[in-house]
């Protein structure tokens, strides 16, 4: 075979059409008489914070496989009131922030990016209590055709043993056009949430500087520090569930907003390496599963680095209440 013609030969694809519904193991395909679990406890186990992480992880994992209930075709959603919401920090706060976590490398430029607090009117909205799943976006695969993979998925094949993990390797513009779908498939209105209403849903009214609290605590959340160094099932760190009960706000996998970054009202442009490097980026939020526990502040901006270390996600919002 010529050179020039091994990009177009179906030996040399690279990611093989997707394995057909009921090809792999899911719902109905017989595990749950197999394995003898009961979804409804392994629910209550890895919602169960005095569950070690181990055993949260395994019965999340048999959850994945047999059929999480959690994981319907809508989001399960959390109200967020419309509030007249403060969003970022002050200016004071900057050098502080840095010096906790100069540690892992934090620069002084990308926490002033959160400065200065301003006012924004949040009307009322609804937040999906977990961010999408890997089993919710091949669905959406399926349905439409849209050719692009997440990148963690190896070889472009559905982690079927990672179901309920969030989806994460995704593009911004992936995100959207899942939102798009989801809202004609259901005739309901989803979208990415605005990065003022993420922060406000991850922090609350008492503005925590973590989802859970003032504190970090790397048994709340999955970022480096937890060890896992992978994604795990949603809702597998029940400490860290924001004000308003979402879980995975911090930590698991980034999540994009319906943003792009400009600096706050009054506040300095930085140009860091992600403008430098990609210029227009969209502003991702809540940290991830490969990086520290910096990222998991409720007031970090932050975006999509080209690379392996930033695999992001997202989490659809609704405007009107989800029936």
Same mark, same amino acid.
């Given at each position: 075979?010529?050179?020039a013609?091994v990009?177009?030969s179906?030996h +040399?694809?690279e990611?093989? @059409?997707? %394995?057909?519904?009921?090809?792999v193991? &899911?719902p109905?395909?017989?595990?749950?008489?197999?394995s003898?679990? @009961?979804?409804a406890n392994?629910v209550a186990?890895?919602?169960?914070?005095?569950?070690?992480?181990a055993?949260?992880? %395994?019965a999340?994992t048999?959850?994945?496989?047999? &059929?999480?209930p959690?994981i319907?075709p809508?989001p399960?959603?959390?109200?967020?009131p %419309?509030v007249?919401?403060?969003?970022g920090l002050?200016? =004071?706060?900057v050098?502080p922030?840095t010096?906790a976590w100069?540690?892992?490398?934090v620069e002084?430029d990308?926490?002033a990016k959160e400065?200065p607090p301003?006012?924004? @009117?949040?009307?009322? +909205?609804?937040?999906a209590?977990y961010?999408v799943?890997?089993?919710?976006?091949?669905?959406?695969?399926?349905?439409t055709g849209?050719?692009s993979?997440?990148?963690?998925?190896?070889?472009g094949?559905y982690?079927?043993d990672?179901a309920?993990h969030p #989806?994460a390797?995704?593009q911004?513009?992936d995100?959207?056009y899942y939102?798009a779908?989801?809202?004609s498939? !259901? &005739?309901?209105?989803?979208r990415?949430?605005t990065?003022?209403?993420w922060?406000?849903? %991850?922090?609350?009214?008492?503005?925590r500087?973590f989802?859970?609290g003032?504190?970090f605590d790397a048994d709340a959340?999955?970022?480096?520090?937890s060890g896992v160094?992978? !994604?795990?099932?949603?809702?597998? +760190?029940?400490?860290?569930? =924001?004000p308003f009960?979402?879980?995975?706000m911090g930590?698991n996998v980034?999540? /994009?907003v319906s @943003?792009?970054y !400009?600096?706050?009202?009054?506040?300095p442009f #930085?140009d860091?390496h992600l403008?430098? !490097?990609m210029?227009? /980026?969209?502003v991702?939020?809540?940290?991830?599963f490969c990086r520290?526990g910096?990222?998991a502040?409720?007031r970090r901006?932050?975006?999509?680095f080209?690379?392996?270390?930033y695999?992001?996600g997202?989490?659809?919002?609704?405007?009107?209440?989800?029936s």
């Amino acid at each position: 075979m010529r050179l020039a013609d091994v990009a177009h030969s179906p030996h +040399f694809k690279e990611h093989a @059409d997707l %394995a057909a519904s009921g090809r792999v193991p &899911g719902p109905g395909h017989g595990i749950h008489n197999i394995s003898g679990a @009961d979804p409804a406890n392994l629910v209550a186990t890895v919602g169960d914070p005095d569950v070690p992480l181990a055993g949260r992880l %395994a019965a999340g994992t048999l959850l994945g496989l047999i &059929g999480d209930p959690r994981i319907g075709p809508v989001p399960d959603t959390v109200r967020v009131p %419309a509030v007249a919401a403060t969003i970022g920090l002050p200016a =004071s706060q900057v050098g502080p922030v840095t010096r906790a976590w100069s540690h892992v490398g934090v620069e002084e430029d990308w926490i002033a990016k959160e400065t200065p607090p301003h006012t924004v @009117d949040l009307a009322e +909205f609804w937040l999906a209590v977990y961010p999408v799943t890997n089993s919710e976006y091949v669905r959406f695969l399926r349905e439409t055709g849209h050719e692009s993979r997440p990148t963690t998925w190896h070889l472009g094949a559905y982690p079927w043993d990672r179901a309920n993990h969030p #989806v994460a390797g995704v593009q911004a513009e992936d995100a959207d056009y899942y939102a798009a779908w989801l809202s004609s498939a !259901t &005739g309901h209105p989803w979208r990415l949430p605005t990065e003022a209403e993420w922060e406000y849903a %991850a922090k609350g009214p008492e503005g925590r500087e973590f989802p859970w609290g003032d504190e970090f605590d790397a048994d709340a959340a999955n970022t480096r520090e937890s060890g896992v160094h992978t !994604t795990t099932p949603v809702g597998a +760190f029940p400490t860290g569930r =924001s004000p308003f009960g979402a879980h995975d706000m911090g930590g698991n996998v980034e999540e /994009y907003v319906s @943003d792009s970054y !400009t600096p706050y009202p009054g506040g300095p442009f #930085v140009d860091d390496h992600l403008v430098q !490097t990609m210029g227009t /980026y969209r502003v991702a939020r809540g940290g991830s599963f490969c990086r520290f526990g910096d990222l998991a502040r409720t007031r970090r901006r932050h975006g999509a680095f080209p690379g392996p270390l930033y695999p992001v996600g997202f989490r659809l919002v609704s405007g009107e209440r989800p029936s």
